[in-house]
């Protein structure tokens, strides 16, 4: 059992000091969230999308973490960034092992595994996982996280 709102929190101003080029905004936390899973898990899987919405979003944007906790059996965590929207042909792929569309070279090894690695955590929570275009400008991806609040009971 832990405070998925703390968590959210902590990782936030970790965020702020690693990705000094981006802002980090973390929304919904104000109230407790405990939830039954692996905290080591659920924030491996923020450092994945982060690093992700990081690589995909212009210096000096915006990075949005948002926890939408209704109170009924699961809760949602939306990553959001602002930047490009999704690759027509992303689809289902784009949380497939091995899968990646990247436009450049940024020197960095990438191995297409972060979106399936998120992917197989939200599994392990009984959840689901979503990615959407942003409407509007400068527009970005959203990407919705949901986690069962007691994996034992999913």
């Known amino acids: 059992r832990f405070d998925l709102a703390g968590l ?6 970790a965020y702020r000091d690693a990705f000094p080029a981006r802002a980090f905004e973390v929304e919904g ?3 407790r969230c405990e939830i039954v899973g692996a905290p ?11 690093d992700n919405a990081v690589d995909f979003s212009p ?3 915006t990075v949005r973490l948002r926890m939408r906790d209704g109170g009924g059996p699961d809760v ?4 959001e960034n602002d930047g490009p929207s999704l690759p027509e042909d992303a689809g289902r792929q784009l949380f497939e092992s091995l899968w990646q569309h990247r436009r450049g070279d940024d020197g960095r090894p990438h191995f297409g595994l972060g979106l399936y690695i998120v992917k197989l955590i939200t599994d392990f929570h009984a959840g689901s996982v979503q990615a959407e275009d942003r409407p ?5 991806v959203r ?3 949901r986690l069962a609040r007691n994996v034992a009971e999913a």
């Not at 509007?136 to 970005?140: E, L, M, R, V």
């Open 136 to 140: 509007g400008d400068p527009g970005g």
């Open 40 to 50: 080591d898990l659920v924030l491996q899987m923020l450092d994945k999308l982060v």
């Open 76 to 79: 949602a965590i939306e990553v």
């Open 59 to 61: 210096p000096g944007s």
């Open 143 to 145: 990407i919705t996280i």
């Open 29 to 31: 936390t104000t109230s």
């Open 8 to 13: 959210l929190e902590a990782a936030g101003a």
